[in-house]
């Protein structure tokens, strides 16, 4: 953690995922007693995601991390109802969680122009304030990025998920010989030649389960993400045997490549609640060692390969959706029968 005067944020290299900022709306604007004129609001501070942007862009465009929303118009003889004061707007990326200074959640910005309110504008002077304004709302608030990572490294504890992370990436987790090492999600950034980044987090399960063998575990994590969420099981998986360098490694991954070519096979051998209901399939098998580095290159080239083929695919399901809708539109608009100026218009041109 790293603390610069008002600003609380955590870094990555140059990434940052939280901030802490300091808004306040603006004061309303005085009343006039002799005419019961009443003073404008104080402007609103808002929070509003904008694509393409980044909290370090935000902190270095904004170093003093203040936000006041303009004071609203007094009341006067020839504006007796004052204009409202001018709102601030904080411009945030998409995927933004706000808290406050308790850590109650105040919102969540998913989209694009989404926005909330975090400092309210006082009131203008009116009658029921003997026609004195009200000051803004005063708020500490603090932006959280919800990271999602582009890869994520799942395993049962003291699998090697950290010394991976470690080898593949300028990550720097906390790596030992004992279960649950790794407290926290870990972030990591492979970097390409091309400058291609990715970005891959790790995540542990359950470390109550005895020996076993290494197709005994993807049965076994399988389960588990059908379990915790069965969209994880569609999506593309690549299976990273580690460990390489230990004695036997050899054979017992020519073991396994035979029991994943028909997994069904050997599925009998599992309790019925330990069974998933469908089996992975793995794009790349890849036998490497955290320790030796051995396969670490070939596994962050299929890392890559895979995210590109991935990514080619959704482009390709997007651009179909488009050609679809434009031409649903056109058949409607085509279908539309002619209005009575366009009737009267060609029998004018005819004429």
């Known amino acids: 953690m790293v603390r610069c005067s008002c600003v609380l944020f955590r870094k990555y290299g140059n990434f940052i995922d939280n901030l802490r900022l300091f808004t306040k709306g603006g004061s309303g604007g005085m009343g006039y007693p002799r005419l019961g004129g ?16 980044t909290l370090k862009q935000l902190k270095d465009k904004y170093p003093q991390k203040r936000f006041v929303a303009g004071v609203g118009a007094n009341s006067k003889v020839s504006a007796l109802k004052g204009s409202k004061g001018e709102d601030c707007e904080i411009p ?16 969540e910005l998913n989209k694009e122009n989404d926005r909330i309110l ?13 026609f004195l304004p009200l000051k803004g709302q005063r708020r500490i608030i603090h ?12 395993g049962f504890p003291n699998a090697g998920k950290s010394s991976l992370l470690s080898c593949v990436s300028h990550a720097k987790p906390a790596i030992a010989d004992y279960a649950f090492t790794t407290l926290k999600p870990e972030l990591g950034k492979i970097m390409y030649r091309d400058f291609k980044q990715v970005d891959i987090s790790g995540f542990q399960l359950s470390s109550h389960t005895q020996y ?13 993400l059908e379990l915790y969420k069965e969209e994880l099981q569609t999506k593309p998986a690549l299976l990273a045997v580690n460990k390489m360098d230990l004695p036997d490694a050899q054979s017992k991954f020519h073991e396994l490549m035979n029991q994943l070519q028909n997994p069904k096979d050997f599925l009998h051998l599992f309790g019925k609640n330990m069974t998933p209901e469908r089996t992975v399939g793995f794009q790349h098998i890849i ?24 990514a080619n ?4 399901a997007h651009h179909k959706k488009q050609l679809l ?18 009737v009267t218009t060609s029998k004018m041109d005819i004429i």
Not at 39 to 53: E, T
Not at 118 to 130: H, I, M, R
Not at 212 to 221: M, P, V
Not at 313 to 316: A, T, W
């Open 38 to 53: 009443e003073g404008g609001k104080g402007g609103d501070v808002w929070v509003v995601a904008r694509n393409r942007m």
């Open 92 to 107: 945030v990326p998409v995927g933004i969680s706000v808290t406050d200074e308790n850590g109650k959640i105040i919102g």
């Open 118 to 130: 975090v400092a309210e504008g006082g009131l203008g002077g009116k009658l029921l304030t003997n």
């Open 143 to 154: 932006l959280d990025l919800k990271v999602i990572a582009d890869v994520g490294l799942v």
């Open 212 to 224: 076993r063998t290494a197709f005994e575990t993807i049965i076994l994590l399988t389960k588990e």
């Open 287 to 310: 036998p490497i060692s955290a320790v030796t580095g051995e396969g670490i290159e070939e596994l962050k080239n299929c890392i890559r390969k895979s995210l590109d083929e991935q």
């Open 313 to 316: 695919q959704e482009n390709d």
């Open 325 to 342: 809708n434009l031409w649903i539109s056109d058949t409607v608009s085509s279908s539309e029968p002619p209005s009575k100026h366009a």
